[in-house]
């Protein structure tokens, strides 16, 4: 009898251990990472980190303050100014201890120079940026003609600020065991261009994941599909995944591809984009494909915010659970889609 039963566990070994073969390289490899234990999202925290998504129109700005020290992460655009201030006074930010500027483009660096060296007529229309000091100041390490660009290095240059270009590989300290990991651009893109390569500034971004204990997010700038893809084919699935994605490309077609998000596999995504698709949104973000595929992914309305509805959204965390809370809420996601789906067929 006992071997009849050896015969028989053998035989099922070989059969169900030959089901989960599967080649190397096919995609469905990438995201098997998603079965890993994850920190859960929870009713609002009050945890030692604080990341909040800046209403700030058109552009970028994300505040994090871990305890320690102030990180921002662009500053939008220079006709958004009075929006960001506002958003810095609001929270009481007198010091940034490190600003990173993802790519030249203005809506990411528009408000740069005035947050380091401001003028005269930038205080009297602001006056809350007498208040703000910068200590240090991170970039893609690519010089750039813009005179935006040009502005806020003079800035740096004048304050006498510590000025660094960020490369995949590099990884900074934001104090109380929050650790951000840069894994965009790489070095020889950077020499590349700086040696008079052309390039896309979207596709030179800044990307990197920040890392609080259990608890990740995924920063992305401009990236659109090629940096996606180039990260999603360089990168084990565990390097890409967490538990909150900063919608590349302010939700654009350009960005958010399946692989990238499916690798990612967010259990939110945040969206910065501004309010009116005639004036301060010209591109009508966001667009339809990024937000299907994170619908396939799993999302719904209740898992992807976007600061044109829902104003500024806070993400807290004690490294353990995480809680992301928008300033407004407003059922839009599906409204939106619909649009977008008569847009198209127009």
Known sequence: ?????????????????????????????????????????????????????????????????????????????????????????????????????????????GSAKALINPSNKELKANPYLEKISVAEVYDNGIASNSPLYKSYVKAVEAKGIVHKGLTAGDELDFGNSVKFKVLYPTKDLVNAVNGGQKSDPNNESVVGKLTYKKFSMMFTGDAEKKVESELWADNDAKVLKCDVLKAGHHGSYTASTENFVKTVAPSYVLISCGPEEERRNTYGHPHLEPLENYIAQGLDAKHIFCTRWNGTITVTSDGKTFSVTPERTEDWLDKWIAQKKRDKKK
């Open 1 to 109: 009898m006992r071997q009849i039963f050896l015969t028989v566990l053998m035989l099922a070994t070989l059969i169900f251990g030959g089901c989960g073969t599967q080649a190397k390289d096919e995609p469905s490899t990438k995201p098997d990472v998603k079965d890993e234990p994850k920190v859960e999202a929870s009713a609002p925290v009050k945890g030692d980190l604080k990341i909040s998504m800046l209403n700030v129109g058109q552009g970028d700005a994300i505040l994090i303050q871990t305890g320690k020290q102030t990180i921002l992460v662009d500053t939008s655009d220079t006709d958004e100014r009075d929006l960001l201030v506002s958003e810095l006074e609001k929270l009481a930010v007198t010091k940034i201890d490190k600003l990173i500027l993802t790519h030249p483009h203005a809506d990411h660096i």
